[in-house]
C-alpha cells in the first residue's frame, strides 16, 4: 500500500510540523539575540544551537555562562533541565526500539519537545505503522524544525549584535523561562516543585552561582517527588 | 563573560553530548529495561525544578540595577507566569511580560 511507505510517512512528518515554526521561530531569534548579548560570538552561538537542540537548556546555560559560573554547575544545571528527555526516549523505545541502530542513533538526536510530542500524537492515532515507518514520520517532523530552529538563531544573533547596549534585554531571559515553565506546572506537586526551587533559590543566593541552583533543583524534585508520592499520582 | 574560547567550546561539547546521551539513553543504551519508580518520579519534576531557582534571584535582585529589584520587571515576571499558566501557552506568555515591562517602563 503506496500510503503507507516510509517516503509518505517522512514527508507527513514534514507537513505536520509545519505549524510548529511559528513557535520555534521566535525562540531561535531570542536564543540568537542573549547568546551573542552574553558574550558567545556567532559561531559558537550556532554550534551550540546545532549541536545541543534544546532551547531551555541553552538558555540555561547562557545565563549561567554570563554569570562566570563554574564550567561544572553550567553543566549540571544545563543538563538536568534535559532529564526530561529520558522519558521521552523510554516511552519512545517500544514504538521504535525494532529499528536499526542507526535509525534509532538519529531518533536520539532529534528527540525534542516538538517531534516528540508531534510523534506520539500520531503513533497513537495510526498503530499499525511499522518501526520503520514511526522513525521516518519523527525525521521528518525533525526535517521541518531543525533548519527552522538554526535559521532563527542566526536571525537573532545576527540582528543582536546591531540592538544597542542600553536597551536592557535582562528581562528577555527571565520572562522566557518563566514562559516555558509555567504550562509545566500542571499539579499541586509540580507547583510544590517550583515554590521550592524559587525560595531555596533565594535563600541560597550567597553561593557561588550555579551551586545554589542545584541546590535548589535537587530540594525540589524531592518535594515534588514526595507529594506526589502522598497524593498518588501526578 | 570571562571563560577563554577553548572553555566555551568545551562547555557546548559536553552540554552536546550530555543532551544527546539523555535523549538516546532507553532508545539505544537502556533498551526495554525499566528505570524504577522512584527515579522517574524523581525525574519528572526536573524542569519545575531547575527553571524557577534561575530566574527568581534574576527577577528580585537583577544586576542591571545594582542588586535592587525593579518594580517593572517583577511586574512583567508575574504577568509571565501568570499567562502563560492561564492559557498553557508559551508564546502567549511572553508577549505579556514584554508588553507589561514597555508599558510600565514608560509610565514609572
Known amino acids: ?234 | 563573560m570571562t571563560y577563554s574560547d577553548a572553555t566555551i567550546w568545551w562547555i557546548i561539547v559536553a552540554l552536546g553530548l550530555g543532551t544527546y546521551l539523555i535523549r538516546f539513553s532507553f532508545l539505544g543504551l537502556i533498551g526495554a529495561r525499566q528505570l524504577p519508580e522512584w527515579l522517574l518520579r524523581h525525574l519528572r519534576y526536573t524542569p519545575v525544578a531547575v527553571l524557577p531557582g534561575l530566574v527568581a534571584p534574576l527577577v528580585l535582585w537583577p544586576a542591571m540595577n545594582g542588586g535592587q529589584t525593579d518594580p517593572a520587571g517583577l511586574a512583567a515576571a508575574v504577568a509571565t507566569f501568570a499567562i502563560a499558566w492561564w492559557r498553557k501557552n508559551v508564546l502567549l506568555g511572553v508577549a505579556s511580560g514584554a508588553l507589561t515591562l514597555t508599558a510600565l517602563n514608560m509610565v514609572l
Not at chain 1, 542566526?154 to 504550562?183: K, Q
Open chain 1, 1 to 234: 500500500m503506496p500510503a503507507t511507505t516510509s517516503n509518505s510517512r517522512f514527508r507527513a512528518g514534514m507537513a505536520a510540523a509545519l505549524p510548529f515554526l511559528l513557535v520555534v521561530f521566535p525562540f531561535g531569534v531570542l536564543f540568537g539575540v542573549v547568546a551573542t548579548e552574553a558574550g558567545l560570538d556567532l559561531v559558537q552561538t550556532m554550534g551550540m544551537t546545532f549541536v545541543v537542540i534544546a532551547g531551555a537548556s541553552q538558555f540555561t546555560a547562557v545565563q549561567l555562562m554570563s554569570e562566570n559560573a563554574p564550567v561544572w554547575t553550567v553543566l549540571a544545571a544545563s543538563l538536568a533541565v534535559n532529564l526530561r528527555m529520558a522519558m521521552y526516549s523510554a516511552s519512545l523505545q517500544p514504538h521504535v526500539g525494532a529499528a536499526p541502530f542507526w535509525a534509532r542513533a538519529l531518533v536520539g538526536y532529534t528527540n525534542f519537545d516538538q517531534t516528540y510530542a508531534m510523534s506520539m500524537l500520531e503513533y497513537e492515532r495510526a498503530p499499525d505503522m511499522t518501526p520503520m515507518q514511526k522513525v521516518a514520520y519523527f525525521l521528518g517532523a525533525a526535517t521541518t524544525i531543525i533548519p527552522g530552529w538554526c535559521a532563527a538563531t542566526y536571525a537573532g544573533a545576527v540582528g543582536g549584535a546591531l540592538i544597542p547596549d542600553s536597551v536592557g534585554l535582562e528581562f528577555a531571559m527571565p520572562i522566557m523561562f518563566l514562559a516555558m515553565v509555567a504550562p509545566m506546572v500542571r499539579s499541586l506537586a509540580h507547583l510544590a516543585a517550583a515554590a521550592t526551587s524559587v525560595i531555596v533559590a533565594l535563600l541560597a543566593a550567597g553561593l557561588p552561582s550555579g551551586v545554589g541552583l542545584l541546590v535548589a533543583a535537587f530540594a525540589a524534585m524531592l518535594v515534588g517527588a514526595e507529594v506526589e508520592r502522598r497524593r498518588g499520582g501526578a
